[in-house]
């Protein structure tokens, strides 16, 4: 049996962007319906095991890549999106990358607007900078050894009250202490009227000259406007299947912010699972910070035993001998602020089809972090590092690091991974742009997104903050012309 709903607007899709459209929306006086694929999550479950919450919190259990399968891609399933299992970093969008996006047209508002409600976005997501004591060993070691190479590190925001540091961060907070999407902008929608509806999987959107019509699994809504907020892969996907959109480029210029892990071996003991993870920002090599082309920040993520082990290149008894030295192991990555584009589209059974690999610039810019990285690790006291590329697996000296220049860059040789893809349907002013600059889809009258699939390019930093900010806007761009 068919359920039949209806709302004046319709969103699909409850993660950073999703809910803050949705809560703008109603709070605007407009009836919203919030749709989530996912389940809600109740944080009282979760046992901080990676063995059953990546399965439940991430989309395909954590093991969704690209089609040859070599990058990973993590992304959030359920209600609130990756901000349920993200580490908590609250960074801004970067003032000349919005200045760089405003000059093609691709803000839903003009640059000091979009700072300003970055910042508002900043104060309802609680963002603080990390106290002293609560970074951790890993961390510390990342700060010092940059500093010993005069390289410039930051402390980071997160929006988290202050914790246990129990670091299991990326697998659900059990003690509710991350001030995600729920806290930030469900929570008011939800007050003002909002409707949500979990395990509400949308397969197909029509519009007519009246309205819309959201199909699902066992549901229909009609509604006046639809708010496509289903992530990077998740968005494209949809708006392709439902014959939406005028744009050729709708799934065609997706970013991945592909990540390199480098991990190191300490004397000493370094318990990098524990602490508050991502506490320190290394930005000397980030030159899209002061609106230079390209480049990368460096950051140390949670490190439970899982996700270490998937950091060390190799298979079997390589990763084995390496994860006997746990205890003693750091780990960092480098984030890439990635020019080139890679494509997705619907696979066999509706599953995700997506080609990405990093071009030669980006590819240089990668080797490039990698070197920077595994240097600051030697500068820290490391006794040997462990790189992600299969045909040189550590280093042990400064000499040895240039041996990195050799080393091939293919597919399968080198461990690369992603957790902000963005950039799908991305916004401009240009025609050919999928998307305008106030958030509708061409080609559409009633079809809108509010996703970190709008960017233009990479952000560069961590999203969270960003697609708050465009989902946002775009619901306030909505709510402004439904009244007028």
């Known amino acids: 049996?068919?359920?039949?709903?209806?709302?004046?607007?319709c969103v699909i899709g409850s993660g950073a962007g999703g809910c803050a459209a949705a809560s703008e929306l109603q709070r605007g006086g407009f009836d919203t319906l919030l749709l989530e694929d996912g389940p809600h999550h109740d944080p009282a479950s979760f046992d901080q095991r990676e063995s059953t919450m990546m399965s439940r919190l991430y989309?395909?259990?954590?093991?969704?890549?690209?089609?040859?399968?070599?990058?990973?891609?993590?992304?959030?399933?359920?209600?609130?999106?990756?901000?349920?299992?993200?580490?908590?970093?609250?960074?801004?969008?970067?003032?000349?990358v919005?200045?760089?996006?405003?000059?093609?047209?691709?803000?839903?508002?003009?640059?000091?607007?979009?700072?300003?409600?970055?910042?508002e976005v900043m104060t309802r997501l609680g963002a603080r900078s990390v106290d002293a004591d609560e970074i951790n060993a890993n961390n510390r070691l990342l700060a010092t050894g940059a500093e010993r190479l005069g390289v410039s590190s930051v402390v980071a925001q997160h929006n988290r009250a202050r914790c246990s540091g129990c670091g299991y961060c990326?697998?659900?907070?059990?003690?509710?202490?991350?001030?995600?999407?729920?806290f930030a902008w469900l929570e008011d929608g939800v007050r003002a009227g909002l409707a949500v509806r979990t395990g509400a999987r949308v397969e197909h959107?029509?519009?007519t000259a009246r309205g819309c019509v959201v199909r699902g699994r066992g549901f229909q809504v009609r509604c006046d406007q639809v708010v496509v907020a289903a992530s990077a892969i998740g968005t494209p996907m949809l708006l392709r299947n439902s014959g939406?959109?005028?744009?050729?480029?709708?799934?065609?210029?997706?970013r991945l912010h592909p990540f390199a892990p480098v991990a190191a071996v300490f004397d000493d003991p370094v318990i990098a699972w524990r602490g508050v993870p991502q506490s320190v920002l290394v930005t000397g090599g980030a030159r899209f910070l002061d609106g230079g082309r390209g480049g990368f920040i460096l950051m140390a993520g949670a490190a439970g035993p899982g996700a270490m082990a998937a950091f060390v290149s190799g298979h079997g008894r390589e990763v084995t001998d390496v994860m006997r030295a746990y205890p003693r192991l750091a780990a960092a990555g480098v984030l890439l602020h990635d020019e080139g584009c890679g494509t997705v589209s619907a696979g066999r059974g509706g599953r995700p089809r997506i080609r990405y690999w990093p071009d030669r610039h980006d590819r240089n810019g990668i080797r490039d972090g990698i070197r920077l990285l595994a240097r600051i690790w030697l500068a820290a006291g490391a006794r040997r590092v462990l790189l992600p590329f299969r045909q040189l697996r550590e280093v042990a000296s400064e000499a040895e690091v240039s041996r990195l220049d050799g080393v091939a860059?293919?597919?399968?040789?080198?461990?690369?991974?992603?957790?902000?893809?963005?950039?799908?349907?991305?916004?401009?002013a240009d025609p050919a742009a999928a998307v305008r600059p106030d958030g509708r889809l061409r080609g559409t009258r009633r079809v809108w997104v509010a996703d970190g699939s709008l960017f233009p390019g990479s952000v560069g930093v961590p999203p969270q903050v960003a697609i708050m900010t465009f989902g946002a806007l775009v619901g306030r761009s909505m709510v402004a012309e439904m009244k007028s």
Not at 1 to 9: D, K, P, R, S
Not at 244 to 254: D, E, M, Y
Not at 410 to 419: A, F, G, I, Q
């Open 98 to 119: 919005l200045e760089a996006w405003a000059r093609v047209g691709g803000l839903p508002a003009p640059v000091e607007d979009v700072v300003g409600c970055a910042d």
């Open 1 to 9: 049996m068919t359920a039949e709903l209806e709302a004046q607007v």
């Open 59 to 96: 989309a395909d259990g954590g093991l969704r890549t690209t089609t040859n399968q070599a990058v990973g891609i993590i992304s959030g399933r359920g209600l609130g999106g990756s901000t349920t299992h993200n580490t908590g970093l609250a960074v801004p969008p970067p003032i000349a």
């Open 170 to 182: 990326m697998i659900g907070c059990a003690y509710n202490l991350k001030r995600n999407a729920l």
């Open 205 to 207: 959107i029509r519009e």
């Open 244 to 254: 939406l959109g005028s744009s050729r480029r709708i799934g065609r210029t997706l």
């Open 409 to 428: 860059f293919r597919p399968h040789d080198v461990s690369l991974n992603s957790v902000h893809p963005q950039g799908s349907v991305s916004m401009g």
